[in-house]
C-alpha cells in the first residue's frame, strides 16, 4: 500500500464533479488552487492538504511533495477527472 492507503479505514471525501473537475483544470493550468467544495492547501514542504469546504466534520487528507507530484502527472495525463454525474469520491 501507499504512503497513506488504510484500506477500509481510508477518510473519505465527496466533491461535486463540476467543483472537482475545476480543480483538475486549475492544476492543468499550474494554477492550483481551492475550487467551491474542494478545499485545498498548500504547504511549504511542497505538499498539500485536501478537504471539503462546507462539511466541518470532513477529515482532511495530507499528502507529502512526492504525492502531490504524482498526483498533478496524473490530473496533467487525464487520469483523476470525474465521470460520476453525482460526485467524485477521494479516499
Given amino acids: 500500500m501507499g504512503k497513506h492507503e488504510l484500506g477500509a479505514a ?3 471525501l465527496f466533491f461535486p464533479n463540476a467543483h ?3 480543480f483538475c483544470s486549475s492544476i492543468a493550468r499550474g494554477k492550483p488552487g481551492s475550487v467551491g467544495e474542494v478545499a485545498a492547501v ?3 514542504d511542497g505538499g498539500f492538504t ?3 469546504a462546507s462539511n ?3 477529515p482532511t ?5 512526492d504525492e502531490w507530484d504524482a498526483f498533478r ?8 477527472r470525474s465521470e460520476n454525474p453525482r460526485g467524485v469520491l477521494v479516499s
Avoid: H, Q
Fill in 56 to 58: 466541518d466534520a470532513a
Fill in 50 to 52: 485536501l478537504t471539503e
Fill in 61 to 65: 487528507i495530507a499528502y507529502d511533495r
Fill in 10 to 12: 481510508s477518510p473519505t
Fill in 42 to 44: 498548500f504547504t511549504s
Fill in 20 to 22: 472537482w473537475d475545476k
Fill in 73 to 80: 502527472l496524473g490530473v496533467e495525463a487525464g487520469e483523476l
